[in-house]
């Protein structure tokens, strides 16, 4: 195993920070390691938004749902999908891009290379010993995040990412079992079996919790997910989406 794996086996979210700022080298740095993620067909259908002013990242952390570390970290960055620049390109060759703009297709391609993008920069964070958290509360209400942060048509901000010095050290989150989630040859869905791997995932993520609170807390996986799942969240999405120019044939 050499170092890279050994930090991405690492990684757990970090929601406390020291009271310390990125310098403009990191900053640019995580930037460059993000570009250096792959892209379909070059396309980088992608920006990233750095957040530094105070009373901005205040209002993020608002409208992310109260989440103090949105506000308080080493700096602030959100992925966003963009066709943006793609329409400017149109515009440029003198050709009709609308129809490729606005097919899920490129909408699916715009949101892989943010997420590409990001995990290349949460790595490159990790390899410094940074630590990060993904901020997929700024989804709550992207209308006002829009507002905040003057993103054009075309332009659709997915997630934040907060970087910085960790201030604690939290234990490594149990993921799913490895043959749960990986195949060979075609998806196995045999449900004796998949049950059974997800009452065991259950056993190890309720003795994280105990272990983890002192016994105040034994929740399940499943009981987490079907309680989320119950509630539906962020339906207005598809409306934000396709009114922004996106995702609408």
Not at 122 to 147: D, F, H, Q, W
Not at 224 to 229: C, E, I, K, R, V
Request: with cysteine; aromatic share 8%.
């Amino acid at each position: 195993m050499n170092s890279t794996i050994e930090t991405i086996l690492k990684h757990r979210s970090i929601r406390q920070f020291e009271d310390r700022p990125l310098t403009d080298e990191q900053i640019s740095l995580l930037v460059k390691a993000a570009q250096a993620a792959s892209t379909s067909s070059n396309i980088q259908a992608y920006s990233i938004i750095g957040v530094k002013n105070p009373a901005a990242k205040e209002k993020l952390a608002e409208l992310a749902g109260g989440q103090s570390y949105v506000a308080h970290n080493g700096h602030f960055f959100v992925f966003c999908a963009d066709l943006y620049r793609h329409q400017k390109i149109g515009e440029m060759e003198n050709m009709d891009v609308t129809e490729s703009l606005e097919s899920t297709e490129k909408f699916m391609v715009a949101l892989i290379d943010a997420a590409l993008a990001a995990q290349n920069t949460a790595v490159a964070a990790e390899s410094m010993g940074l630590g990060i958290c993904y901020i997929g509360g700024l989804r709550n209400n992207l209308p006002e995040v829009a507002k905040v942060l003057k993103t054009p048509e075309r332009v659709i901000p997915l997630f934040g990412m907060a970087i910085g010095y960790p201030d604690q050290n939290p234990d490594v989150k149990p993921r799913l079992p490895f043959e749960h989630l990986y195949f060979e040859e075609q998806y196995d869905t045999d449900p004796a079996e998949y049950e059974k791997q997800l009452n065991e995932y259950n056993e190890t993520v309720s003795s994280y919790y105990k272990e983890r609170t002192g016994g105040e807390r034994s929740d399940t996986w499943t009981g987490q997910m079907a309680q989320m799942l119950s509630h539906p969240q962020r339906m207005y999405m598809k409306e934000f989406v396709e009114k922004n120019g996106l995702n609408k044939q």
